[in-house]
């Protein structure tokens, strides 16, 4: 585990200004919340960019996590070092278990009595009970990709959890890698290595023979590996290269490229470069640079949805969709309301409804079974 600093505050305020700009796209696009095209400019709506932070932070605190452990294993053969490290192993894909299957399959039970509860068609019962051991897996992102009978179950609760197959992936192999590499200096050159690959040669390849598959695997790796290079770069002594103001304008300027660069030029593989070297420096920017990210009235907002982003993230589809439902079968009547009523209370529902669920699953699961995770 990496202690808790001040430095790592930044990386936690990163998380929640990448949380706000997955919700947003969520509601807008996903469960048509209209009220967030009447008061959000769409070049506004654009959070797919902030996908990328998430991976590019995971890249770097998982390689961080395991970098002064591995740097400490005997010389010798591969296997030889694998059974040395095999206790690192076994506590780090416990803690990864942990971490990530309790909530998905809570979300999962919420969704099937949700859908239960509203559907007569129920068709979506075998992805429903596949999805959280797909996603433990690490295939759940291309079963969303090719087959269609997905759709509905990711509509409705568990698609953002294609991040967490990608992720999944990374985490099983990705500590068996680093092991197969003799010292850090072959384990960095193996990280940048692999993300420059990703990036310039394997997504333009899958582009130009597959078309644009957004939830494959191999088109969102290229964050992980170059976020697992900066962590073998990473030096508390030499983590304040810039000052706080310069940091944060630079930071600043990076985040605002995350969102709005998207929606301003026309889909292409050369936003996807742009998109996730940004997502990277931003996240060394927050490694870095002690208050990087500490952006003024905001810090708060950010270092909530930070700490609880896994919550937030995880839930956040699934309670959209129960409130498009109730407003618009049972409580509201519209009658009464204009338009704009009537989408200002259906948002403010669901922000309320949000945040709350969001403390009771931190507090009461996400947060207790991390820790057991870590016994």
Partial sequence: MIAKTKIFNDIERLRGFACILVFIQHAAWI???????????????????????????????????????????????????????????????KRRFFRIFPVVFLVAILLGIFYGATEDDFSWIPSLLRAPFEILFGAYSNSVELFVSQEKIHKGGIGPFWTLAVEAQFYILWPIVLLACKNNNARALVSLFLGCLFLFVVCPLSEAFLGRKYYL??????????????????????????????????SSVLALLIWFYPSSVNSSYFTEIVVSLSSVFIVVLAAFAEGSFAIPFL??????????????????????????????????????????EFFFYQFAMLVALLLVATELVYRFVEKPVRQLGCR
């Fill in 217 to 250: 695997i191999h088109n969102n790796l290229s964050e992980l590996f170059l976020g697992s290079f900066f962590a073998f770069l990473y030096r508390e002594e030499c983590s304040q290269l810039l000052s706080k103001k310069i940091a944060l304008l630079i």
């Fill in 299 to 340: 810090g708060r907002i950010f270092d909530f949805l930070g700490s609880r982003s896994f919550s937030f993230y995880s839930l956040q589809l699934v309670l959209m969709n129960i409130t498009v439902w109730y407003t618009n079968s049972i409580y509201f009547p519209k009658e009464s309301l204009s338009e704009y």
């Fill in 31 to 93: 469960c048509q919340l209209r009220f967030i095209y009447e008061i959000v400019p769409t070049f506004l709506l654009f959070g797919s960019g902030a996908v990328h932070i998430f991976f590019a932070i995971s890249g770097f605190v998982i390689t961080l996590s395991f970098k002064d452990k591995f740097s400490s294993q005997p010389d010798g053969f591969f296997l030889d070092r694998v059974r040395a490290a095999g206790k690192i192993l076994l506590s780090f894909y």
